[in-house]
């Protein structure tokens, strides 16, 4: 991937695919920090970096210190509509960016208690509505939370 698709560690737990670049990606690709990237952008960069940090840190009650310090050597963002390879859990937000994957074949359920969220642990895939507060309220991180831990998501 070139600077311009990625930003995260090479090899992430959690990849969240999103249609739009955040600003200074180039210059943030180079050394990955979501304090760089938030003050680089608006707040709509900080609501998306905070839900990816609560649903990719080990311990729930924890995100603010992961999103700070460790959520870009444990996750990535990835601007192009196509799957990462590895044994990584792949995030596509939001209805049209899911369209942008024309290709992609799955079996993803909505989980019993939140239709909006579906997973296919399979093929390791979480398709969520559009990481923003509105849509994806704590109750339905939590939600997220308890189905990626059913599938070994979070370490022991």
């Not at 600077?3 to 600003?23: E, K, S, W």
């Not at 990535?76 to 209805?95: M, N, V």
């Amino acid at each position: 991937m070139t600077n311009a698709d990625f930003l995260g560690t090479a090899q992430p737990r959690l990849v969240l695919y999103l249609p739009h670049r955040p600003n200074r990606l180039a210059q943030l690709a180079v050394d990955p920090n979501a304090g760089d990237l938030i003050d680089a952008n608006s707040n709509h960069w900080r609501k998306i970096v905070t839900l990816l940090a609560k649903i990719a840190s080990p311990a729930a009650g924890d995100w603010r210190a992961f999103r700070d310090t460790g959520l870009f050597r444990q996750t990535a963002l990835c601007f192009t509509p196509e799957l990462i390879g590895g044994p990584t859990w792949h995030w596509i937000g939001g209805k049209d960016n899911l369209q942008r994957f024309r290709t992609l074949a799955h079996n993803a359920e909505p989980l019993a208690d939140c239709p909006e969220v579906a997973v296919d642990p399979d093929r390791k895939l979480l398709l969520t509505p559009y990481p923003d507060y509105r849509q994806l309220s704590n109750a339905v991180v939590e939600q997220i939370r308890g189905a990626l831990s059913e599938h070994a998501f979070y370490p022991p």
